[in-house]
């Protein structure tokens, strides 16, 4: 298996590197997974300590920054991961045969956040065409227990495609493209008992599937899946020391039926033809009267507002009848009846004015309940100080108030 590895690795990506400009030329193959590290040990050679007792000690904290040379965002096919500023950076992809045949230069800056120090480097990228073989059939499988920088270490997705090797039995087998379960719209996994995201891997080889990955295509296997049940596969086993797959989320695609794209459609590079320099539109332009269209859109508003205040104002001022007019109108008897209530509350309002006002109810006599003693009530002028006066004053017998009977000692009541 570790043979196998070695000649997989060998496949899926070239590294050349250039002292001459400090530059590192890759050459992948178009539609095979392409794998390049970013050794933070490479890079800390360019923030050089303050002494060199303190070489071997400092271990201070880098990030990468990664974009397509000219642009601000690498492209579409590649993708770049790095968990934290502790560890080394990793650019993944699979180059689209669209591609092949064209110098790709990437543009890597590391960042040193302890002294904000920056270094930047160029990687090349040289895609090449597919060696002949096709891939026509693709399988994805779905790794449980695995993040994407895990899988792309190269002794695990060896380890990997020895196992999907023993399963398939293909003649030439290759690691199509690796997607993290966060891109295909995953949920970050809770950090307890070392959860991991989830890792779909693609490998294409030239030979048709076996009955082993046919087997989840059985109607019991899709009914346990619909039921959320693990399907019994019989090649998991092979797997299930170092991968957890979820059988339920394998994928096979057969390229060989898929319709074939019209081979004579040809495709631009994305650039407009050039048509010579820019000619701006003449500066002899008619000139044209806006004072027409002025007046109009000015003019018609103001004239229905002008009609319909002198319309108000006719209705307010023009068509009020007047005190002697309604006077006119109204029979003589209900003009003396009205004339006398006027009166009668004038007169009343005259007299309230110079009565005493009686005494609150609060205030009247009344008898004391407990002990039957008869209290007078609380009389003051008008200068007595009357802010230590309690709200509600003992009350005593009124005139008016009935009595309530009194309890003897000898047990009779008295009225």
Not at 189 to 218: A, H, Q
């Amino acid at each position: 298996m570790g043979s196998a590895a070695a000649r997989i690795s060998l496949l899926c990506v070239i590294s050349i590197f250039s002292r001459a400009h400090s530059d590192r030329n890759i050459y992948p193959f178009s539609g095979v997974l392409f794998v390049h590290v970013l050794e933070r040990e490479y890079f800390k050679g360019e923030f050089p300590p303050p002494s060199m007792k303190l070489a071997d000690a400092r271990n201070d904290p880098i990030t990468f920054k990664t974009n397509l040379k000219g642009y601000p965002d690498r492209p579409g096919w590649l993708r770049y991961i790095q968990r934290t500023p502790y560890s080394d950076g990793v650019l993944y992809g699979s180059p689209t045969i669209e591609n092949a045949g064209k110098a790709t230069i990437i543009e890597i800056t590391a960042y040193n956040r302890r002294t904000y120090e920056t270094a930047r480097h160029t990687l090349v990228v040289n895609i090449m065409a597919s060696d002949g073989h096709l891939l026509p059939y693709q399988a994805e499988f779905f790794v449980k227990n695995m993040n994407v920088e895990e899988m792309l270490a190269s002794e695990v997705i060896g380890d990997f495609l020895g196992a999907v090797k023993n399963v398939w039995q293909p003649e030439h087998l290759n690691a199509v493209n690796i997607t993290s379960a966060l891109d295909r719209g995953g949920r970050v996994p809770l950090p307890i008992n070392n959860m991991k995201e989830g890792v779909y891997v693609m490998v294409g080889t030239d030979v048709p599937f076996s009955s082993c990955l046919r087997e989840v295509e059985t109607p019991q296997n899709q009914l346990k899946c619909s039921q959320e049940m693990e399907p019994s596969i019989s090649c998991d086993k092979k797997f299930r020391a170092q991968f957890d797959i979820d059988w339920c989320k394998l994928s096979l695609v057969d390229k060989s039926k898929m319709p074939s794209i019209n081979s004579g459609v040809i495709r631009g590079d994305g650039v407009l033809p050039d048509d010579g320099e820019y000619k701006p539109p003449s500066t002899n332009l008619k000139s044209k009267d806006y004072y027409t269209d002025f007046v109009i859109t000015l003019a018609i508003p103001i004239a229905v507002a002008l009609v319909l205040f002198i319309i108000l104002g006719y209705v307010m001022f023009c068509r009020r009848e007047g005190v002697q007019k309604r006077d006119m109108q109204t029979p003589d008897i209900q003009l003396v009846h009205h004339n006398s209530i006027q009166k009668s509350t004038k007169e009343l309002r005259n007299m309230s004015k110079n009565r005493e006002a009686a005494w609150p109810l609060s205030t009247l006599p009344v008898f004391n309940p407990v002990t039957g003693e008869i209290v007078p009530p609380l009389h003051h002028s008008d200068n007595c100080d009357t802010s230590n006066m309690p709200l509600m004053q003992t009350q005593q017998n009124h005139p008016l108030q009935t009595q309530l009977p009194q309890q003897q000692d000898a047990g009779k009541w008295q009225s």
